[in-house]
């Protein structure tokens, strides 16, 4: 009987003696390892990274129309033309969320429109909104200039001013004339980057007072949004229920969001895009597959001759079969490793580009992905290696010696 570490021998023997061959086979293990893990990692430092925002943002509450399917997150798009007049929170609806938050904390109302603009020779779209202006002072930090002491003074956010090459003292004409009013507003300030918030996306938007808004859009009275600020973040359930009960008494009137509801909606989406995108990533190591089992396949046929030899001395048809899973298992695992450390200096490259930081790369919900891909890949070299050693070992000792 031969041992073990002879067998380990003889099947690394072979994958070197078929150089080329096997690293052509495991080119595929380590395309496959690298395309799932790095994906993997992109969709957990996304998730990640809305977390941490998000998770900033505890002791803020949301409250939007109820459209039946929940509400406009981060200070959406509201009003437009086809949206019904009952999509909005009323003056009197304001008023009551104002009491119902007035000894936990802070409530403010706010509308926003998105709208065609121009500036100079740039067009472009962005989300139009519509404050108190003492909201404006109290809740942005302007970067650049000042805030707007007029109505026909505006702040803007970063990467619209970057985008349109706006400056403090550009002027913008907003809206289309062939489909409603527009205005031409001036840019006092340039507003700090605020990033995702589901309070105010400023970052792709134009600021300015309530009385601006309506100047252009009508709707005096009438909001799109209404975000609270609570003091103590223990008392932010006991503040949506409070809403929740007052304004939706008779019929839903409102739905009330915190972070907590729009991280787990957030999360369940790029938890599904991330397996959604991995499962086609993996069809790169089923073709590795198919090229494994057909490696292991000429392997067989090529030695026979070299199989009868070993039956004829006594080497038992398990010791056969374990010979040719040791050659898939090397190969398996080469290219896992392999895969595994291109996989981190790739995977960084691509959650640096995609996710905008690589601050949460080295976190273990990240890097989990690595050996997990490691595993599936090699866990598929040996599988489908199986067969080809089963049949290895049922060859006829007899009949092998008679191959040429």
């Known amino acids: 009987m031969i041992k073990k570490d002879i067998i380990l021998t003889l099947a690394a023997r072979n994958v070197r003696l078929h150089f080329m061959r096997s690293v052509l086979a495991a080119l595929g293990i380590v395309i496959g390892v690298v395309a799932i893990a790095s994906i993997g990692m992109v969709g957990a430092n996304m998730t990640l990274s809305v977390t941490e925002e998000l998770s900033d943002m505890a002791n803020k509450l949301s409250v939007t129309p109820y459209r039946g399917g929940g509400g406009m997150m981060g200070g959406g798009p509201g009003g437009g033309e086809d949206e019904d007049d009952e999509d909005v929170i009323t003056d009197d609806e304001f008023r009551d969320i104002e009491r119902i938050v007035a000894k936990y904390g802070t409530a403010y109302a706010l509308m926003s429109e998105s709208d065609q603009i121009e500036a100079g020779s740039e067009t472009g779209r962005a989300t139009i909104y519509g404050l108190d202006p003492d909201i404006i002072h109290e809740t942005l930090v302007v970067e650049t200039g000042k805030f707007p002491e007029s109505t026909s003074s505006v702040v803007v956010g970063p990467t619209l001013a970057e985008r349109l090459d706006l400056k403090v003292g550009s002027k913008i004409k907003i809206g289309d004339p062939d489909e409603g009013p527009t205005a031409t507003v001036r840019v006092v300030g340039i507003l700090e980057e605020r990033g995702m918030s589901m309070d105010l996306s400023t970052d792709m938007a134009i600021v300015g007072s309530q009385k601006l808004f309506t100047g252009i859009y009508g709707g005096e009275g009438e909001y799109d949004q209404v975000n609270i600020v609570v003091d103590d973040i223990n008392n932010v359930d006991a503040v949506r229920t409070a809403i929740e009960d007052e304004l939706n008494r008779k019929e839903d009137t409102v739905t009330v969001q915190d972070s907590s509801r729009m991280m ?109 891909a490691m595993a599936v890949g090699a866990g598929i070299c040996l599988i489908t290696g199986a067969y080809p050693a089963w049949q290895a070992s049922k060859l006829d000792p007899i009949e092998a010696l008679r191959a040429e």
Do not use: K
């Not at 999360?267 to 292991?296: D, E, H, P, Q, Y």
């Not at 070299?306 to 079969?321: H, M, S």
């Not at 398996?332 to 790369?361: E, K, N, P, Q, R």
């Open 264 to 372: 787990e909606s957030v999360t369940s989406t790029l938890s599904t895009m991330t397996t959604f995108v991995m499962a086609i990533a993996g069809i790169s190591l089923l073709v590795a597959a198919v090229s494994i089992f057909n490696v292991m396949m000429m392997s067989v046929n090529e030695r026979v001759r070299e199989i009868g030899i070993l039956r004829a001395i006594g080497t038992q048809r398990g010791e056969v079969l374990r010979m040719f899973v040791y050659e898939a298992g090397i190969l398996g695992i080469v290219g896992a490793v392999i895969g595994a450390i291109a996989s981190l200096v790739i995977g960084y490259v691509v959650v640096f580009g995609m996710v905008g930081t690589a601050d949460y790369f080295f976190a273990m919900d990240s890097l989990i992905y690595v050996p997990m």
